[in-house]
């Protein structure tokens, strides 16, 4: 079925993208504004987009109820620094808590239970439980419509100890992070424990298997 992005509105080209581009990794942001209050906020619209230098990204949009910038945004705006931690399923519930519109004054983390560790080369801090956290400063804010790509350069990153499985050669043990993506509707999520190899060839290999030979 065919469905025409320039003649449905925007709302439900959203509810098909975001149906379709699935599993998403999540980002949950802590950002903190000048006077030192933190905030978290987890995103979808999420991935890695560089790796010299290395840089991260999200798309942080509009409040839902106006037009003004949500905290995490006018707090990245305002200081230029932020971490990315990522959600495993032990911390599903806490991360989906703070997706609620709390009121600025008011510290997600501590609202949650969530444990706020001091960061090395930010100064938001990183959440104490996540497996992986990003240390990020800005590297730019693109436009796109009411949208803002928000690009990090990662200074620093924490990934839990138990989790590396060769810190000399930076191998990471990455099903033991046990890592959520983001699915369709409201409350949807995808567990990274089910996964199938599908080793990469060179040219010359799948010529080789055309050719009845591999």
């Not at 707090?75 to 032990?90: K, R, S």
Request: charged fraction near 25%.
């Amino acid at each position: 079925m065919l469905f025409d992005f320039d003649k449905i509105p925007t709302r439900e080209a959203y509810k098909l993208m975001v149906s379709t581009v699935v599993p998403r990794p999540i980002a949950w942001v802590v950002s903190q504004d000048k006077a030192g209050v933190v905030n978290a906020a987890p995103f979808s619209f999420f991935n890695a987009f560089g790796d010299d230098p290395p840089v991260v990204g999200f798309s942080c949009g509009p409040r839902p109820d106006g037009p003004a910038a949500k905290d995490t945004l006018s707090n990245i705006e305002a200081t230029g620094q932020f971490v990315v931690c990522l959600v495993n399923e032990a911390m599903g519930e806490a991360m989906s808590a703070t997706a609620a519109d709390f009121p600025p004054e008011l510290d997600e983390l501590a609202e949650v239970g969530l444990t706020a560790v001091p960061s090395t080369r930010v100064a938001p801090p990183r959440i104490g439980e996540s497996p992986v956290a990003m240390e990020c400063e800005t590297f730019q804010i693109v436009p796109v419509g009411h949208h803002r790509l928000i690009l990090g350069r990662v200074r620093a990153l924490h990934v839990r100890d138990d989790c590396v499985s060769n810190p000399e050669k930076y191998y990471i043990d990455t099903p033991k992070l046990e890592l959520l993506g983001r699915m369709h509707g409201r409350g949807w999520y995808a567990r990274t424990t089910d996964r199938i190899d599908i080793p990469r060839v060179s040219f010359a290999q799948w010529q080789e298997r055309k050719a009845g030979k591999g």
